[in-house]
């Protein structure tokens, strides 16, 4: 048996298609309307010596009743912003590079879903961790690092000081590896040639505000530098015992008893004997 399909007529057709896009097209800004609406403070820069900063969020419509609202810091709570109010603040007491970052105003409703504005608290990259210096024989691998705060998170690069100028690092020999995460790059060095690798490295750091960069001495010590103390004690004891054997050579002749003077000696100390032997006979 055969299913029999019913077609509507060209016009109903028409008329159905236009009335389908009718209701969509209405349908949208009823949903847009009732979506919560939040008014939320501009953008922010940090710089030196700021006053505190107050981030604001106000929720101006609501479709459903409240649940909580409370402050988010780059995409983790902040303890203690919890409240069950419209209108919520959070402040920056004492500004600095390290409570940069984007910040979240969330509210949560009974039954709709949640709502959020976003607020960026920018500031210059401010390194805040690196080696000074890195002491290594030749032949071992070296390891310099940066760490920073600041945000937006920076672009990093090394440089290497060659013919007092900055040049930046390229792995031409295959010896260097840069690893670079939002906040913090590592420089590696494998294989350390005392010819070629000592010296100054910088890491810089980059972002939409400014840069910075702080530099980090690499040493590298030849292969014998681990008998150099052995060798130095070595030396010692080698002077000290030219030292004994050029005085004892030096030594004054009056200072040397004389040969025929100790045969006189033990004479003198011979009839000295006998003469006591015979006063006691």
């Known amino acids: ?65 409240l649940n909580v609202s409370f402050w ?28 940069s970052g984007w910040y979240q105003c969330m509210f949560y409703f009974l039954s709709y879903p949640a709502a959020n504005a976003t607020i960026e608290v920018k500031a210059a990259p401010e390194i805040t961790g690196h080696k000074k210096s890195e002491n ?18 920076p672009e990093w690069t090394w440089t290497k000081k060659v013919d007092d100028r900055f040049v930046e690092i390229s792995n031409s020999t295959g010896r260097f590896f840069i690893s670079t995460r939002e906040n913090y790059t590592e420089l590696s060095i494998v294989n350390l040639e005392i010819e070629m ?19 980090t001495i690499l040493r590298v010590r030849s292969h014998l530098a681990p008998l150099w103390p052995f060798l130095g004690i070595l030396a010692e004891i080698i002077i000290l015992v030219v030292i004994i054997v050029i005085y004892e050579k030096r030594k004054r002749p ?28």
């Open 1 to 65: 048996m055969m299913a029999r399909y019913c077609s509507l007529p060209p016009a109903a057709a028409a008329s159905l298609s236009l009335l389908l896009v009718l209701m969509a097209t209405s349908l949208g800004p009823v949903a847009a309307q009732n979506e919560p609406k939040i008014n939320n403070s501009d953008h922010v820069i940090i710089v030196a010596n700021m006053l505190p900063i107050d981030l604001q969020c106000n929720l101006t419509f609501s479709p459903n009743s």
């Open 197 to 215: 690798d000592p010296g100054e490295y910088q890491c810089n750091a980059t972002n939409s505000i400014n840069s910075t960069y702080v530099t």
């Open 136 to 153: 290594k024989n030749e032949g071992q691998s070296a390891l310099m690092y940066c760490k920073s705060v600041g945000y937006p998170h």
């Open 72 to 99: 988010k810091k780059n995409g983790e709570e902040i303890a203690g912003t919890r409240r069950n109010t419209t209108n919520t603040e959070y402040r920056i007491a004492k500004p600095k590079a390290d409570d």
């Open 254 to 281: 009056d200072e040397v008893p004389d040969a025929g003077q100790m045969k006189t000696n033990s004479t003198n100390n011979h009839k000295d004997k006998n003469l006591r032997q015979r006063n006691t006979n």
